[in-house]
């Protein structure tokens, strides 16, 4: 099922035939260091796949498999995830926005084509009050045109 698409991008559930280019991209010490973590074992990617992304999602708030409109090629991971509190809650209207790509697709927009995307997502679509964006500034480098 089609969640949302872009002018170049479709999101959806994940599907086991994403499993080897999302294991890539969580192997990349390149792509893990800008989303804050470190590289995983290939044992360790496939256990949060199958524990994460795999898993039925009952709502729209999650994050998905974005997939290029022209060839169906799994690129990344996109969407909207519940924002906490400090104290670990659910803080109610609002979400945090969070995209992850493979290195081979850096520099070519998608990152910003699918923010977009998912911040008019949220605000029409799921009714969100505020949508976040957290971010390291030691690890991501800031582009700013």
Sequence with gaps: MIILESKRLLFRQHEL??????????????????VGGYPRSREDAERKFREGPLQEVS???SVWAAVLKSNAQYVGRCGL??????????????????????REHW????????AAAFVKFG????????TLLLFRLKTVPLYVS
């Design 123 to 130: 605000w029409e679509e799921l009714q969100l009050s505020r």
């Design 81 to 102: 995830y519940p924002h906490f509190n400090r104290e670990g809650g659910i803080v109610v209207g609002e979400a945090t926005l969070a995209f992850y790509f493979g």
């Design 59 to 61: 709502d729209r708030l």
């Design 17 to 34: 035939a994403d499993l080897d280019s999302f294991c890539a991209m969580e192997m990349d010490p390149d792509v893990r260091r800008y």
């Design 107 to 114: 520099g070519l927009g998608l990152a910003s084509e699918a």
